[in-house]
């Protein structure tokens, strides 16, 4: 009997899903994927984009290409998600499945420190990244001010790569001001959940290109111009660049779907939930590790996940192929500016601490993140 997988979501994790499936599955089973946004941004890319070595066109791409592949894609905003009856409503509709995988990543939530989105600029987003192009382009000196607005976040290396990148955006642009570049990070150490090893190989990068690196700062209130932290602390800034806060979005915490740590609780190796055949993958996700930290919020678990469970749902359905179980390993870029990066790779299931190294940065690994650009890119589009 033909069966429907149902796609919440068409980031990294909800991409590949609907392929690998789509791949995997008859042509008589339905794969349908729903997504608010008209084009996938490539959000890795935003770096490179906000200090000019790309255009927005090279790292963004309709998300129509899914349906010349087999995917039926379904344009709307969520209102409802019912997980018991496997059924989602949309843009005035009730859509059904047989199985359902929650993709819709973490929505982001700048308004909860007030005065931070009217005052800085949103690292994550496009309209940020573009608002902080332009916002270089016509800087000519003074402090800038890269912020962890709470200690939690996806993509845990992005705010020191953009500290970095910035820093060599404008030491190659020569201004006529003095320019200083400084962190002002809500978590105690760089990429906490590497260990302190690698925390400290990425101070070490920040001091040895004279960024000034502040942990434990967590902001309460912005000014013009003006930081508060939490100790009563201020520091000023001619520039703001943030990563705001992050939430599980308000649709699934209705559903019932979310666990005490406010994000969706799934089998570590199944991703499966609470509830059967209803399974959540990425940045929706909160999965406790060993040593007290949860995995890191990145797109390369969530398309580890991804296939996970699509395999998993291709077997039981088909009886094809064989079941899997996610482990943990992963691996990020870390760029550092003048076309060099580092890569850290591990295992972040091992206990009792992830067993994570970094490898250099050289031009080797920069390169190596450009290549998986064009691979993304052109596999999936």
Not at 21 to 38: A, D, G, S, T
Not at 264 to 282: H, M, N, S
Not at 325 to 333: D, K, N, S
């Amino acid at each position: 009997m033909a069966k429907t997988a149902l796609i919440l979501g068409a980031g990294i994790g909800g991409i590949v899903a609907a392929q690998t499936l789509r791949k995997l599955l008859p042509p008589e089973h339905r794969v349908v994927v729903v997504e608010r946004q008209h084009e996938h941004v490539f959000a890795p890319s935003l770096l490179w984009y906000m200090t000019g070595g790309h255009e927005a066109a090279r790292f963004t791409r309709p998300l129509s290409t899914l349906s010349a592949k087999g995917i039926e894609l379904v344009h709307g905003d969520i209102t409802g998600i019912d997980p018991a009856a496997l059924s989602v409503e949309v843009g005035g509709q009730s859509l059904r499945g047989d199985a359902m995988v929650l993709a819709l990543g973490a929505d982001y939530a700048p308004e909860l420190i007030p005065g931070l989105a009217e005052v800085g600029h949103n690292l994550y987003t496009l309209i940020g990244a573009t608002a902080i192009q332009r916002a270089l382009e016509n800087f000519q000196g003074g402090r800038i001010v890269v912020l962890t607005a709470a200690p939690a976040y996806k993509c845990p290396a992005a705010p020191y790569e953009a500290a970095m990148l910035v820093d060599a955006y404008c030491k190659k642009r020569q201004l006529h001001g003095p320019t200083e570049v400084v962190v002002y990070a809500a978590e105690p150490i760089p990429m906490a959940v590497t260990g302190p090893a690698i925390g400290e190989q990425v101070k070490m990068l920040l001091d040895s290109k004279g960024i000034g690196y502040f942990p434990n700062h967590q902001v309460n209130k912005v000014e013009t111009g003006l930081l508060h932290f939490s100790d009563g602390s201020t520091t000023p800034f001619d520039l703001l660049l943030y990563v705001p806060p992050h939430r599980v979005p308000a649709v699934v915490k209705a559903a019932g779907l979310c666990a005490e740590s406010g994000w969706v609780a799934v089998d570590r190796g199944t991703l499966q939930t609470k509830f059967p055949e209803v399974y959540a993958i990425g940045d929706v996700t909160s999965i406790p590790l060993k040593m007290g930290r949860p995995l890191p919020k990145a797109g390369v678990f969530a398309h580890g996940q991804a296939e996970v469970v699509a395999h998993n749902l291709a077997h039981a359905w088909t009886g094809q192929g064989a079941p899997r179980l996610f482990t943990g390993e992963g691996m990020c870029f870390l760029e550092i500016g003048d076309a060099r990066a580092g890569l850290g790779k591990g295992n972040f299931y091992a206990e009792p601490t992830p067993q994570v190294a970094m490898h250099g940065p050289n031009v080797l690994w920069h390169a190596g993140k450009v290549l998986y650009e064009k691979y993304w890119l052109y596999r999936y589009f």
